[in-house]
Nanobody, 124 residues
């Protein structure tokens, strides 16, 4: 049984930083595409960043240069380092993982497994 458990959310002021973690069980983080998404009430879910088995990464334009996705294979954990946070980054953040093996990872892939989400609030 796959479980993804996010942590690290919180409230920060604009310009601050947070690091989100996603601990995986029943799933090896280095074996497939994994990603971070976010969602605010009344809005569609937005892809934030993805990482493939070769640690190649892709980012949404809105977070490029500020967010970094990474993983620790030994800890079997996915991370999202968020710097230069803005009020518009306020959302519930979810980590996600695919079940299929893709040659190229993108935010449009079919992500099968999802965590419960962690809230990030950025005040101005």
């Amino acid at each position: 049984q796959v479980q993804l458990v996010e942590s690290g959310g919180g409230s920060v002021q604009a310009g601050g930083s947070l690091r989100l973690s996603c601990a995986a069980s029943g799933y090896t983080v280095r074996s497939r595409c994994m990603a971070w998404f976010r969602q605010t009430p009344g809005k569609e879910r937005e892809g934030v960043a993805t990482i493939n088995i070769s640690s190649n990464t892709r980012y949404a334009d809105s977070v490029k240069g500020r967010f970094t996705i990474s993983r620790d294979n030994a800890e079997n954990t996915l991370y999202l380092q968020m710097n230069g946070l803005k009020p518009e980054d306020t959302a519930t953040y979810y980590c996600a993982a695919v079940s299929r093996l893709y040659g190229v990872c993108s935010l449009n892939r079919d992500y099968t497994y999802w965590g419960q989400g962690t809230q990030v609030t950025v005040s101005s």
